[in-house]
C-alpha cells in the first residue's frame, strides 16, 4: 500500500537568507579544531611596521598566513586556484573568517604580500607552532635526525647565461684555454671529472630566471636547476625542530655548523637539550665531528667509506707523531697542508735511504717509488671514535632510527607539501616556503596528536563511568539480596 507521494525538489533561489557558517560546520570539522587551536594575533604587532597611516587597507595578515597555510593543507601551488577553491569550502572560509557573501582578496595580493613580509616572520610563525607542540610533550629534544634533499627550482637550464667576468692577463687566458680543453675521456675518474665540471659551470654560469638556483646532479635524474633542503627532525614523535634551504652545490657537511646552531637554539628556547645527533654520510667531516665534541653531542654520523682507521703494516706513534713500518723504520711528520677543499691533512714520509735496502720494497712501494708516504686527517681520533660508534650495536640502531624518523618526513614534504618543485624564485623566497611547509607539518601532527589524546581521554572518562556503574550495581544487588 503506498503510504506518501512523490516529492521533487525545485531550487528557487532566495534574495535574503537565514543563514550562520557556524552552525554549518561540524564541531569535528578539521579547520574549526584549527581554527580553535592556532592563535595568530601576535601577527598585527609583527607586521605593523611594514604598512604606513594612509592609503587602502591591505590583507590581513590573519587571513594571509592563513591562506597559504590552506594551501599547504590543500596542495595547491597556484594563488589563483587557492583563492577559487577556498571561495567553494564552507569549512575554509569559517577558518578564515568569511562569510558566503564576502569577497576573498584578490590572487595577485597574496604574491606581493609574500615578497613584502621578512624571513623572520615566517621564522617565528614556525617557532610559534614549534612551541606548541613542545608544551603537548611531542618534542624530547634528545635525539635529532638530520637529512637533506634537492627541491627542483622554477627555472630551466636553458635560462643558463655566462657570468660576465673582470679582463684577465694573457698567461691566465691560456691556462684557464688549457684546462677548459681537457679530454673527457682520458680521466681515469669519469665522476671527479664531472664533478669539476658542474662546479665551472656553477662558478661561470648563472639563471636569468632565478640567480640563485644552482645546477645539481642526482643519480636517476639528470642534471637540473635546484636548491637544497636541510631539515632536523626530533626523534620521539616525527616533529620538524629545523628547516632550512642551501645553495644545491653546497655540500651537506658545511651546511651542518649553521643547522646545529639553529637547531640549539630553538631547542635550548623551549627548556630542551640535544645530547644526540644523528646524519647520514654526507655529513661527515672532521670540522663537524670537533664541533659537535665540543657542543657534547655525540655523534652518529658514519665515516665516509674511503677512511682507514688502520694501515696495514704500519702502526701509529702517538707519542712521537710517527709511523712505524713492518721493516722496524720510523716514517716521520715530514709537512701539514691543507686541499682544495679545505680539509686538513699531515703527511708522513719515509726515508728513501731505508727504503732501499728494506725486503718489503715490493709489496709496500713497489719497483719504481723511492719513499712511502702516508697521508692522514688531523681529525684522525675523532674519525676513528665515529668509526668504531657507527659499528657498535647503538650505531647500527641509531642509523635505523635516521631512516625510520628523517626519511618519511622528507618524503612527505616532497611528495604532498610541494617542496620537490618550488613555485618561487631567490634562496629567500625559497627559505619562507620551506618554514611554511614544515610548520604545516607541524600542525598535522599536533592536530593527529591531539585528536588521539582527546580519543584516549574519552574512553578514559567512558571506563570510569561503567566502572562506577557496576559497583553500583554490585551494592544494589548486595542489598537487595538481604
Same mark, same amino acid.
Given at each position: 500500500?503506498?503510504?506518501?507521494?512523490?516529492?521533487?525538489?525545485?531550487?528557487?533561489?532566495?534574495?535574503?537568507?537565514?543563514?550562520?557558517?557556524?552552525?554549518?560546520?561540524?564541531? =569535528?570539522?578539521? &579547520?574549526?579544531?584549527?581554527?580553535?587551536?592556532?592563535?595568530?594575533?601576535?601577527?598585527?604587532?609583527?607586521?605593523?611596521?611594514?604598512?604606513?597611516?594612509?592609503?587602502?587597507?591591505?590583507?590581513?595578515?590573519?587571513?594571509?598566513?592563513?591562506?597559504?597555510?590552506?594551501?599547504?593543507?590543500?596542495?595547491?601551488?597556484?594563488?589563483?586556484?587557492?583563492?577559487?577553491?577556498?571561495?567553494?569550502?564552507?569549512?575554509?572560509?569559517?577558518?578564515?573568517?568569511?562569510?558566503?557573501?564576502?569577497?576573498?582578496?584578490?590572487?595577485?595580493?597574496?604574491?606581493?604580500?609574500?615578497?613584502?613580509?621578512?624571513?623572520?616572520?615566517?621564522?617565528?610563525?614556525?617557532?610559534?607552532?614549534?612551541?606548541?607542540?613542545? =608544551?603537548?610533550?611531542?618534542?624530547?629534544?634528545?635525539?635529532?635526525?638530520?637529512?637533506?634533499?634537492?627541491?627542483?627550482?622554477?627555472?630551466?637550464?636553458?635560462?643558463?647565461? #655566462?657570468?660576465?667576468?673582470?679582463?684577465?692577463?694573457?698567461?691566465? &687566458?691560456?691556462?684557464?684555454?688549457?684546462?677548459?680543453?681537457?679530454?673527457?675521456?682520458?680521466?681515469?675518474?669519469?665522476?671527479?671529472?664531472?664533478?669539476?665540471?658542474?662546479?665551472?659551470?656553477?662558478?661561470?654560469?648563472?639563471? #636569468?630566471?632565478?640567480?640563485?638556483?644552482?645546477?645539481?646532479?642526482?643519480?636517476?635524474?639528470?642534471?637540473?636547476?635546484? &636548491?637544497?633542503?636541510?631539515?632536523?627532525?626530533?626523534?620521539?614523535?616525527?616533529?620538524?625542530?629545523?628547516?632550512?634551504?642551501?645553495? %644545491?652545490?653546497?655540500?651537506?657537511?658545511?651546511?651542518?655548523?649553521?643547522?646545529?646552531?639553529?637547531?640549539?637554539?630553538?631547542?635550548?628556547?623551549?627548556?630542551?637539550?640535544?645530547?644526540?645527533?644523528?646524519?647520514?654520510?654526507?655529513?661527515?667531516?672532521?670540522?663537524?665531528? #670537533?664541533?659537535?665534541?665540543?657542543?657534547?653531542?655525540?655523534?652518529?654520523?658514519?665515516?665516509?667509506?674511503?677512511?682507514?682507521?688502520?694501515? #696495514?703494516?704500519?702502526?701509529?706513534?702517538?707519542?712521537?707523531?710517527?709511523?712505524?713500518?713492518?721493516?722496524?723504520?720510523?716514517?716521520?711528520?715530514?709537512?701539514?697542508?691543507?686541499?682544495?677543499?679545505?680539509?686538513?691533512?699531515?703527511?708522513?714520509?719515509?726515508?728513501?735511504?731505508?727504503?732501499?735496502?728494506?725486503?718489503?720494497?715490493?709489496?709496500?712501494?713497489?719497483?719504481?717509488?723511492? &719513499?712511502?708516504?702516508?697521508?692522514?686527517?688531523?681529525?684522525?681520533?675523532?674519525?676513528?671514535?665515529?668509526?668504531?660508534?657507527?659499528?657498535?650495536?647503538?650505531?647500527?640502531?641509531?642509523?635505523?632510527?635516521?631512516?625510520?624518523?628523517?626519511?618519511?618526513?622528507?618524503?612527505?614534504?616532497?611528495?604532498?607539501?610541494?617542496?620537490?618543485?618550488?613555485?618561487?624564485?631567490?634562496?629567500?623566497?625559497?627559505?619562507?616556503?620551506?618554514?611554511? %611547509?614544515?610548520?604545516?607539518?607541524?600542525?598535522?601532527?599536533?592536530?593527529?596528536?591531539?585528536?588521539?589524546?582527546?580519543?584516549?581521554?574519552?574512553?578514559?572518562?567512558?571506563?570510569?563511568?561503567?566502572?562506577?556503574?557496576?559497583?553500583?550495581?554490585?551494592?544494589?544487588?548486595?542489598?537487595?539480596?538481604?
Amino acid at each position: 500500500m503506498l503510504c506518501s507521494m512523490q516529492g521533487k525538489k525545485i531550487y528557487t533561489e532566495k534574495l535574503f537568507a537565514n543563514f550562520q557558517l557556524s552552525g554549518r560546520v561540524p564541531e =569535528s570539522n578539521f &579547520y574549526r579544531q584549527l581554527k580553535r587551536m592556532l592563535d595568530l594575533d601576535f601577527l598585527y604587532p609583527a607586521t605593523k611596521s611594514l604598512y604606513g597611516d594612509t592609503g587602502n587597507p591591505s590583507i590581513d595578515p590573519k587571513v594571509f598566513f592563513k591562506l597559504l597555510i590552506v594551501g599547504y593543507l590543500e596542495n595547491i601551488t597556484s594563488d589563483r586556484k587557492l583563492i577559487e577553491n577556498c571561495g567553494m569550502r564552507l569549512d575554509v572560509l569559517y577558518f578564515l573568517g568569511y562569510d558566503i557573501d564576502e569577497p576573498l582578496p584578490w590572487h595577485s595580493t597574496m604574491s606581493r604580500t609574500r615578497n613584502l613580509y621578512p624571513e623572520p616572520l615566517f621564522e617565528e610563525l614556525f617557532n610559534k607552532v614549534f612551541a606548541i607542540c613542545v =608544551s603537548s610533550g611531542m618534542v624530547s629534544g634528545d635525539t635529532q635526525c638530520v637529512d637533506s634533499a634537492i627541491s627542483k627550482a622554477s627555472a630551466s637550464k636553458d635560462s643558463l647565461v #655566462e657570468i660576465k667576468r673582470p679582463v684577465i692577463s694573457i698567461q691566465e &687566458y691560456f691556462k684557464k684555454s688549457k684546462e677548459d680543453n681537457i679530454d673527457a675521456t682520458a680521466s681515469t675518474d669519469r665522476k671527479k671529472y664531472e664533478g669539476s665540471i658542474k662546479k665551472k659551470r656553477n662558478s661561470s654560469t648563472r639563471s #636569468e630566471t632565478d640567480r640563485d638556483a644552482r645546477l645539481i646532479t642526482r643519480p636517476g635524474k639528470g642534471t637540473q636547476l635546484g &636548491y637544497l633542503s636541510n631539515v632536523t627532525v626530533d626523534a620521539q614523535q616525527h616533529v620538524i625542530s629545523h628547516i632550512q634551504a642551501d645553495f %644545491a652545490d653546497k655540500r651537506d657537511s658545511e651546511c651542518l655548523p649553521a643547522i646545529l646552531e639553529k637547531t640549539q637554539e630553538r631547542l635550548q628556547e623551549n627548556g630542551l637539550q640535544m645530547h644526540h645527533l644523528a646524519a647520514d654520510t654526507n655529513y661527515s667531516s672532521g670540522e663537524n665531528y #670537533e664541533l659537535l665534541e665540543q657542543n657534547k653531542i655525540t655523534a652518529w654520523i658514519p665515516v665516509h667509506g674511503a677512511f682507514q682507521p688502520e694501515r #696495514e703494516g704500519f702502526r701509529y706513534d702517538e707519542l712521537n707523531d710517527s709511523y712505524q713500518c713492518a721493516n722496524n723504520k720510523q716514517i716521520p711528520l715530514r709537512s701539514d697542508y691543507t686541499d682544495k677543499r679545505g680539509n686538513s691533512y699531515k703527511e708522513y714520509r719515509s726515508s728513501a735511504r731505508d727504503c732501499k735496502t728494506c725486503p718489503f720494497k715490493l709489496h709496500c712501494i713497489g719497483e719504481k717509488q723511492q &719513499y712511502k708516504k702516508i697521508k692522514r686527517t688531523v681529525h684522525q681520533t675523532l674519525y676513528e671514535k665515529a668509526y668504531h660508534q657507527q659499528h657498535s650495536a647503538e650505531g647500527k640502531r641509531m642509523r635505523r632510527l635516521r631512516s625510520s624518523r628523517a626519511e618519511p618526513v622528507i618524503g612527505t614534504l616532497m611528495n604532498y607539501l610541494g617542496l620537490r618543485k618550488l613555485r618561487v624564485r631567490g634562496i629567500v623566497a625559497v627559505n619562507k616556503a620551506m618554514l611554511l %611547509a614544515a610548520m604545516v607539518y607541524n600542525l598535522k601532527k599536533l592536530m593527529n596528536h591531539t585528536a588521539r589524546k582527546s580519543k584516549a581521554a574519552a574512553q578514559s572518562i567512558r571506563k570510569t563511568i561503567f566502572e562506577v556503574v557496576d559497583v553500583i550495581f554490585i551494592i544494589r544487588t548486595y542489598r537487595c539480596s538481604y
